[in-house]
């Protein structure tokens, strides 16, 4: 059971995350009065582009390379995540610092490949990139270690645990950061900033086509999936039914709906400068702080 | 002469280098050779005795007499630990060099090779002897004058005489803080041993003693390089240093500060007794640490000139190094049992961190060297595209960077995961600790951001072709062999965490007086597959990273299989710019532009002035219309 934990999560991520793209291409669609696209189209698009020719721009490996790191890395943090509460078989040998750095090492993959490619629309995309992920990725490693102050452990099932843990004040003040930050992590308008379609053109992807486009394509929808994933399993995690199946399809509609909101929002807002999200995701990195501050304090 | 001629042949080996540069003063090209033999040897030669002394033997001690003088030296498990990492270090640098000073003017060869071997000399003393006095000031001077020296002949003295004598300032200053501090002991005999000092202390009044230490802290602090003092000297000296040698001066050097730091609030703290406040000392090590690594780092990423961008952050990964030694003792000093084990569990990741930065912040700095050798250039705006030209610097520099940076499955992830998991567990109900451990962890991603900049630009991106008229070529195997080195020790730090923790745990077994000794290590546990904290048998904490390599290559394998499943080819374009493919060399993506938001955004960190004044005056000036920022 506790190496199976690990294909179940791969399989159920490698599987749902597209769907959540075509959610909320959906969604937005409908909300500038367009028909939009079928739920399925992007596994149509994501097979589609796995046929396709590769254009390789930059002539050396490290641009090859990128789209397998950035692929697998984003798998390596799913492989890690615990299952059904329980922890799988990798747990005795990993803990959140290593899913905080597979994690970024998925973001560096990215920025390896816009850099290597020489496009210099690229590069500024990598640059807001890293600049994104150096703000907003604390964001994310403080919520995970207010649960390792409530729960005394590094490990990441018991971690988790100390997140979904409610009722006290660092566990609202951490929601609500995740909450507003949530649009930021999934990168989604107005914080698409790094890739801003109309702007740099998808910056750092742009030299990118066909299978090692897929790849990356792919990755990007297995990271959002793992922010509404902790958003509904972690945060929400203790009100979900015992049973297993059941906590399951509750926690699969959730991030479902988690997904409509986020193209809600994402439809309405007009994207921000970087240095406006700078500005917004410093003002997040001190509310989360003050979280983790209460979590130590026991409040 | 007991336990102790690895010691004695070492040291015999660096005189006769230094002799050999006297009488060959004609031979260039000889000495280069002999000097090189010769270091090399006392290399080995400490290599030999620290392993002796690590392998379970018993500490050497030692009182040499000269006239009214006594020097007390003592070569125990943590000086045995540090001279290993000197002589692997030295030993690569020396290679590199050989190689690097071929091009030079016989002249400036024959006065490298007779300061070289003093410093190493004084390097060497300065971990082994075991006074604040004469021996103290005879091992301080030696390297302090003659690395003055070498930092002086790096560049051309136009741009090398400041820097060069700012450094030596700090340096005097700093020995004359550490110096004075021994004074405070009420009845010190100038050339007491530090045990001597410590238990003279312990009579001492609170505020003497406070005295003391903070005098210590400084003066050892100058030399690591900590907020704001190690601004004032590092990168100057780093950046006009020629690269072998800052290799030595970010890899040990800046090591032998911790050194003393270690020796003074881990040793003599312990003799001091009850005078020694660990709490507050603790907490101004973390504070100081803290400030250091953020401020270090954020200024490194502002750097365009890649070797001032190397000693910022060696000043940043000292800080990392400060944060844990404070951890640890706050730790020490907190009033419940699961934290005290702990303290331990941290302070081997300081000890850990400095061998891992050690080795691959000296791979980098030969790294930077052969950029300077191919190219010509320090300025980041200039190059890019390089891997094509050289592609095992490049692949060396890309292991290096990973590593620096704390990507998963490295030798900088495991000693980071170590500090920093250590200060968060045992940092629960500690507020300062759980802040400080979150600037830390913020950091790392700044880390990054400083060598993606490095690596991606200098050897991925393009434009070294356009913008330097000339030819790059690799470097000759001279310049590659002591990287290689490098690199295969910094992989089985990476790989093989669980030997050096046991290296570390032994040395301090072998350590006498030591203020964490008895405290429990059980806490730590190490097997087959990686590194674990542990309490009451419930894992805490776990880092494997021969796991997490096994995991990555999987599904690598599994991300190359779904590229090939379709069946699709590759074709080899321009990168596209809107249709102006022929205009890509006018359209690079230079360095000042990166991160500029950010950069903005931390002006108040200072460092943001990032002009690069080259060597070769012929390579020409920036536009002023090529100034502009994009954002």
């Known amino acids: 059971m506790k190496v199976a934990a690990v294909f179940i999560n791969l399989l159920y991520f490698l599987l749902l995350a597209p769907l959540l793209e075509g959610v909320m291409r959906k969604i937005t669609a409908r909300i500038q009065s367009r028909q939009g696209p079928p739920l399925y189209q992007p596994y149509l698009d994501l097979i589609k582009l796995l046929g396709k020719e590769n254009l390789n721009a930059a002539g050396h490996r490290a641009f090859r390379l990128a789209p397998l790191l950035a692929f697998a890395s984003i798998l390596a943090v799913v492989a890690l995540l615990p299952f059904g509460g329980g922890s799988n078989f990798l747990a005795h040998s990993s803990d959140l610092m290593t899913l905080i750095y597979f994690l970024t090492l998925s973001g560096f993959a990215v920025l390896l490949g816009a850099l290597a490619s020489g496009n210099p629309f690229a590069s500024v995309g990598a640059s807001r990139e890293m600049m994104t992920i150096i703000m907003l990725e604390p964001v994310l490693a403080m919520t995970l270690i207010l649960g390792a102050v409530r729960s005394g452990s590094f490990s990441l099932a018991e971690a988790l645990g100390g997140v979904a843990a409610p009722g006290e004040l660092s566990y609202f003040l951490m929601l609500a950061v995740f909450l507003v930050a949530l649009q930021a992590f999934v990168s989604r308008q107005p914080f698409d900033i790094p890739e801003a379609e109309v702007e740099i053109l998808e910056g750092p992807y742009m030299e990118y086509s066909g299978p090692d486009y897929a790849l990356f394509r792919y990755a990007l929808n297995i990271k959002r999936m793992f922010y509404g994933w902790l958003l509904a399993a972690g945060f929400l995690g203790s009100w979900l039914p015992g049973n297993l199946i059941l906590s399951w399809l509750v926690q699969t509609i959730l991030i479902l709906l988690i997904f409509v909101a986020i193209s809600v929002v994402g439809a309405t807002h007009p994207r921000y400068r970087m240095d406006q999200a700078l500005k917004y995701y410093a003002v997040l990195m001190i509310l989360a702080l003050i979280a983790v501050g209460f979590g130590v304090k026991g409040w | ?631």
């Open chain 2, 1 to 631: 002469m007991t336990g102790a001629e690895g010691f004695w042949l070492s040291l015999i080996s660096l005189g006769l280098s230094f002799l050999m540069a006297i009488v060959l003063r004609k031979k260039a090209g000889l000495l280069r050779t002999g000097g090189t033999l010769l270091v090399s040897l006392s290399c080995l030669f400490l290599a030999w005795q620290s392993v002796i002394i690590l392998g379970g033997g018993q500490p050497v001690e030692l009182e040499i007499k000269t006239g009214v003088f006594h020097l007390p030296v003592l070569i125990d498990g943590l000086s045995a630990l540090f001279l290993l990492l000197l002589s692997v270090l030295t030993l690569a640098s020396a290679m590199f060099a050989y190689g690097y000073f071929e091009r030079m003017p016989a002249e400036r060869i024959r006065k490298i090779y007779l300061v070289f071997p003093v410093f190493i000399f004084g390097l060497i003393g300065l971990l082994t002897v075991d006074d604040l006095g004469p021996g103290f000031a005879l091992a301080w001077q030696m390297m302090a004058v003659s690395s003055y020296f070498l930092v002086r002949w790096g560049r051309d003295e136009k741009l090398s005489t400041r820097p060069a004598l700012t450094y030596l300032g700090f340096m005097e200053l700093a020995w004359l803080l550490v110096a004075g501090s021994a004074f405070l002991a009420p009845g010190y005999h100038f050339g007491d041993s530090l045990a001597v000092i410590g238990e003279k202390l312990n009579g001492s009044s609170p505020a003497a003693a406070a005295v003391f230490f903070g005098l210590l802290l400084l003066g050892f602090g100058l030399k690591t390089g900590v907020f704001p003092l190690g601004q004032l000297w590092i990168p100057g000296a780093y950046s006009t240093a020629s690269p072998p040698v800052s290799a030595l001066l970010a890899g040990i050097l800046e090591k032998t500060g911790v050194f003393g730091l270690i020796r003074v609030f881990f040793f003599v703290a312990r003799e001091a007794g009850t005078v020694f406040e660990a709490r507050l000392w603790g907490r101004a090590l973390l504070v100081a640490g803290t400030l250091t690594l953020f401020i270090g780092t954020v200024q490194a990423i502002k750097q365009s000139d890649y070797l001032k961008l190397l000693a910022y952050s060696s000043i940043g990964q000292v800080g990392y190094i400060l944060f844990a030694l404070g951890s640890s003792l706050v730790a020490l000093a907190s009033d419940s049992m699961p934290a005290r084990s702990l303290a331990t569990v941290i302070f081997i990741g300081a000890i850990y961190h400095s061998l891992n930065h050690g080795v691959f912040k000296s791979l980098l700095f030969l790294t930077g060297g052969s950029l300077l050798y191919a190219t010509g250039s320090r300025d980041l705006n200039r190059l890019g595209g390089l891997l094509a030209a050289m592609p095992v610097t490049g692949i060396l520099a890309a292991l290096a960077s990973y590593s620096i940076a704390g990507m998963p499955a490295s030798s900088g992830f495991t000693s980071k995961w170590l500090m920093i998991s250590g200060n968060f567990l045992a940092g629960r109900s500690d507020l300062l600790l759980t802040f400080s451990g979150i600037v830390a962890l913020f950091t790392a991603a700044f880390t990054l951001a400083c060598y993606v900049k490095f690596f991606g630009l200098a050897f991925t991106s393009a434009g070294a072709g356009w913008k330097l008229k000339k030819e790059i070529r690799e470097v000759p195997s001279s310049l590659l062999v002591p990287k290689v080195f490098l690199m295969l020790i910094c992989l089985s730090q990476a790989f093989w965490p669980q030997f050096y923790v046991k290296l570390i745990n032994r040395s301090l077994l072998a350590a006498q007086d030591f203020l964490l000794a008895g405290s429990a290590v059980e806490a730590l546990q190490g097997d087959r597959s990686g590194l674990k904290i542990v309490k009451n048998s419930g894992v805490l904490a776990a880092a494997s990273p021969l796991l997490m390599l096994l995991l990555i290559l999987a599904l690598v394998l599994l991300a190359r299989w779904l590229r090939q499943a379709g069946g699709s080819g590759q074709v080899r374009v321009p990168a596209w710019l809107c249709g102006y493919q022929e205009l890509n060399q006018d359209n690079v993506y230079a360095d000042r532009n990166m991160f500029s938001d950010l950069k903005k955004f931390f002006r108040w960190t200072g460092a943001n002035d990032n002009r690069v004044v080259e060597d070769d005056e012929s390579i020409d000036r920036a536009s002023p219309e090529e100034k502009e920022v994009i954002t």
